[in-house]
């Protein structure tokens, strides 16, 4: 894998006349074991999902359908990935902020999630994550 910046994964696509299959399984297409998938669908067109981080979850999303915009913030910088295929996904590394934007009309984001939900994980003040960032890169 990669390094422990946000970046894109191709998953595993099965082409078929009869429809394609695509798999996410660890450790060949993921770098983390499944613990936890929710999905976030019926998202207004062009509206932003505002962002959060995570102090140990590590992510996967992928753009089930339709497409919508990944913005992530760590210490290496600010990123922008745009997910529209159901075969590439992106890896969000823990300590990395992320807001999903500018959802198309009927989108669906699949995210994976290395673990459990545990509302203690969550950073969700902008500022004090940033403080972090900080205080870590001293």
Known sequence: MESNNPHLIDIVKIADPRGNLSVLQYPSSL???IA??????DVPGGMTR??????SSQEFIVAISGSFDVITENADGI???TLSKADTGLYI??????ELDNFATNSVALIVSSTL?????YIRDKTYFDQLLTDNAD
């Open 31 to 33: 770098p983390f074991d």
């Open 117 to 121: 939900y545990d509302e203690v994980d």
């Open 93 to 98: 590394p823990q300590m990395t902020w992320r």
């Open 50 to 55: 505002y962002g959060h981080a995570y102090y």
């Open 79 to 81: 990123k922008k990935f």
């Open 36 to 41: 936890r998938t929710y999905w976030i669908h």
